[in-house]
T-cell receptor, first 112, second 118 residues
Framework: GQQVMQIPQYQHVQEGEDFTTYCNSSTTLSNIQWYKQRPGGHPVFLIQLVKSGEVKKQKRLTFQFGEAKKNSSLHITATQTTDVGTYFCAGHLNNQGGKLIFGQGTELSVKP | DTGVSQDPRHKITKRGQNVTFRCDPISEHNRLYWYRQTLGQGPEFLTYFQNEAQLEKSRLLSDRFSAERPKGSFSTLEIQRTEQGDSAMYLC????????????????FGEGSRLTVL
């Protein structure tokens, strides 16, 4: 079954508002990746986090990896209509080689 | 185009028929993944290869599903005796194995093969 959980499932925001999606695992993750899937498209890689407590930024996007390496978050500041899509986290469960498990995703809609 | 390509893009079949999907990964990538995605869900792991070796297959996967990567390049995913519950988008992705950790780097996805079973 699904071992990587994401909340919320949906988020509707007004353009300019912030957005956060959370990713939680029941087991320690070796690393975590984030992907964005536009409507009708395929997942596209955004970033990978490896170290405990790591924080990375990409323009308005901030990614965090928890100290215990069991959770992660993606925060978007001042959303734009181009941010619309579904955001997925994906993690390597500890000591499970190349298998990459995806969360259910958070669908973001932005009202102009 | 040097990305991941999948064929066919769409397949409509009747229940009980066999279907086969093909994936051509990025040429220098040694890992190839198959995922299944249904509406509103995240990609569900099916199996992955490192070169020609199938290293893991989902325990949830029926034995009607089989995948091959005979020469470590392209891969095929076959579904035998299709059922309506097999209707989904089948995504292929390729990546490079990270040398020190053995984990997978960035996944590059194809556009997917959409299967509809009537």
């Amino acid at each position: 079954g699904q071992q990587v959980m994401q909340i919320p499932q949906y988020q509707h925001v007004q353009e300019g508002e912030d957005f956060t999606t959370y990713c939680n695992s029941s087991t320690t993750l070796s690393n975590i990746q984030w992907y964005k899937q536009r409507p009708g498209g395929h997942p596209v890689f955004l970033i990978q986090l490896v170290k405990s407590g790591e924080v990375k930024k990409q323009k308005r996007l901030t990614f965090q990896f928890g100290e215990a390496k069991k959770n992660s978050s993606l925060h978007i500041t001042a959303t734009q209509t181009t941010d619309v899509g579904t955001y997925f986290c994906a993690g390597h469960l500890n000591n499970q080689g190349g298998k990459l498990i995806f969360g259910q995703g958070t669908e973001l809609s932005v009202k102009p | 185009d040097t990305g991941v390509s999948q064929d066919p893009r769409h397949k409509i079949t009747k229940r009980g028929q066999n279907v086969t999907f093909r994936c051509d990964p990025i040429s220098e990538h040694n890992r190839l993944y198959w995922y299944r995605q249904t509406l509103g869900q995240g990609p569900e792991f099916l199996t992955y290869f490192q070169n020609e070796a199938q290293l893991e297959k989902s325990r949830l996967l029926s034995d009607r599903f089989s995948a091959e990567r005979p020469k470590g390049s392209f891969s095929t995913l076959e579904i035998q005796r299709t059922e309506q519950g097999d209707s989904a988008m089948y995504l292929c992705a390729s990546s490079l194995r990270e040398g020190q950790t053995g984990y997978t780097g960035e996944l590059f996805f194809g556009e997917g093969s959409r299967l509809t079973v009537l």
